[in-house]
């Protein structure tokens, strides 16, 4: 019987989703080689082992979201209200009907301490997400405290992700959202951060 035909793009979709619902140790490359169509095995004609597919599943969510998603922070024709809102909604839409973010926080957890090449293309995809969280918040803040915020933003994201997750409750990402636009909207008022002289 002929191998059939699959692109490394779908291979990659098809992996995403598998990893995001299974998680990475408890997926096999023949699941996802099932999950394409493809036979038994025939996967490693395109990707040589889980760790590289993994990892360039790790790299091209990295680059959506940073050309296509975080790239909103840095539109000059929005205001930083605008766009943060628009990056809540998406990030919204990501936790509730996509992949992505979770899955990050997700494979970091699982893989940290044993599978340390992974670490670079998470780190690089929070990284992006910071960066351009702070690029925002530098209306209000001074570089440093921008970036705190930044960092305080992203973890309280996940943490209501993870939290809608166990309650299947979207309310916490949703109230994460607004807290962040509120303390974003007091400026000054923040005790924990100092704002640009």
Same mark, same amino acid.
């Given at each position: ?18 990893f995001r619902v299974q998680g990475y140790h ?90 340390? !090449?992974?670490? $670079?293309? =998470?780190k690089s995809f929070f990284d992006a997400w ?6 925002? #918040?530098?209306? &209000?803040?001074?570089k440093e405290a921008a970036r705190i915020f930044?960092? !305080?933003?992203? $973890?309280? =994201? ?13 309310? #916490?990402?949703? &109230? ?22």
């Open positions: 019987m002929p191998i059939r035909k699959a692109d490394k793009g779908e291979i990659i979709k098809e992996a995403l989703k598998l408890k997926t096999t490359m023949a699941d996802i080689g099932q999950a394409c169509g493809l036979l038994k095995g025939s996967i490693y004609h395109y990707f040589s082992s889980k760790e590289v597919l993994m990892r360039e599943v790790l790299e091209v969510l990295r680059d959506y979201y940073r050309d296509r998603v975080f790239i909103y922070a840095y539109d000059a024709d929005m205001t930083a209200e605008e766009k943060l809102r628009l990056l809540g909604e998406k990030s919204v839409d990501v936790f509730i009907n996509g992949e992505g973010a979770c899955l990050m926080a997700n494979i970091a957890m699982e893989t940290n301490d044993v599978v340390p !090449e992974f670490r $670079a293309p =998470i910071i960066d351009a969280l702070q690029h925002i #918040y530098t209306e &209000k803040y001074s930044a960092q !305080e933003s992203v $973890a309280a =994201i996940e943490g209501a992700a993870m939290l809608m997750r166990i309650y299947n409750d979207r309310s #916490y990402l949703d &109230k994460a959202h607004q807290m962040i636009l509120e303390k974003f909207k007091l400026g000054a008022k923040t005790t924990l951060l100092t704002t640009k002289a």
